[in-house]
């Protein structure tokens, strides 16, 4: 007796290629969203004087949590990464104890608001550079993340000069104030005009009728004087 076998025949997905491709894209949109950021500000550079104690901020961030985070700070000493500290984080709010190599420095983060900034006191030229602020959260399988902090040191600020700016100012504030007088002197000449123009009709009214009483023109108030009889 044959047997015949009916199955129904599943549709295709395309070139396996394809289908490994939109699975990779996917996981990796995941991954991006879950990635450990690390970040040193708005503005990544600091110009301080010499002799001064300046703060070099850093913080963290990661959509799902930390556990066991490293992270140390790095000096670029001539393309050379010399360490500055380091330390690792058992978990959210808990504060680090962290090792200093460098000196001159104070781990002031505390790890308060994902925060470990680092304190560098009487700063000289030599720690004049590039700084890193480095992390890695075994959560996501050791990915390592950093951000660029750069510290100048000068010997005196510099005083910004301001005169293009004050002249760009005075000059649009004349410009401003000039046109507020014209429109002013407009509007009161234009009044003035008026006014002359209304005195003017009224002279014109009054010496009409003057006119006519004098010339004994019809309702005027001129005497009349009666006709001569003949003798």
């Known amino acids: 007796m044959e047997v015949q076998w009916f199955g129904v025949e599943l549709p295709r997905l395309g070139p396996p290629h394809t289908a490994v491709g939109l699975i990779f894209s996917m996981l990796l949109g995941v991954w991006s969203v879950q990635a450990l950021e690390m970040s040193v500000g708005k503005i990544p550079f600091l110009q301080a004087v010499n002799g ?46 962290v090792a200093i190599y460098r000196e001159r420095v104070e781990f002031v983060g505390k790890n308060h608001n994902n925060n470990i900034s680092i304190l560098l006191w009487n700063i000289t030229f030599e720690d004049g550079g590039q700084y890193t602020c480095f992390g890695r959260n075994p959560k996501e399988k050791g990915r390592n993340h950093s951000a660029i902090f750069n510290l100048i040191v000068v010997d005196e600020l510099r005083v910004v000069d301001n005169t293009l700016t004050i002249i760009i100012a005075s000059a649009v504030g004349g410009t401003i104030a000039a046109l507020m007088a014209f429109m002013l002197l407009k509007n009161f000449t ?6 002359m123009e209304e005195k003017n009709k009224e002279c014109l009214v009054t010496s009409s009728g003057i006119d006519n009483t004098e010339n004994g023109l019809s309702g005027s108030k001129a005497d009349s004087k009666p006709t001569p009889k003949k003798k």
């Open 52 to 97: 001064s104690t300046v703060m070099l901020p850093c913080t963290y961030a990661s959509c799902i949590g930390i556990q066991d985070l490293y992270f140390n700070w790095q000096f670029n000493d001539n393309g050379t990464m010399q360490k500055v500290c380091d330390s690792v984080i058992v978990s959210e709010g808990v504060e680090p104890n």
């Open 190 to 195: 234009i009044f003035v005009l008026s006014k």
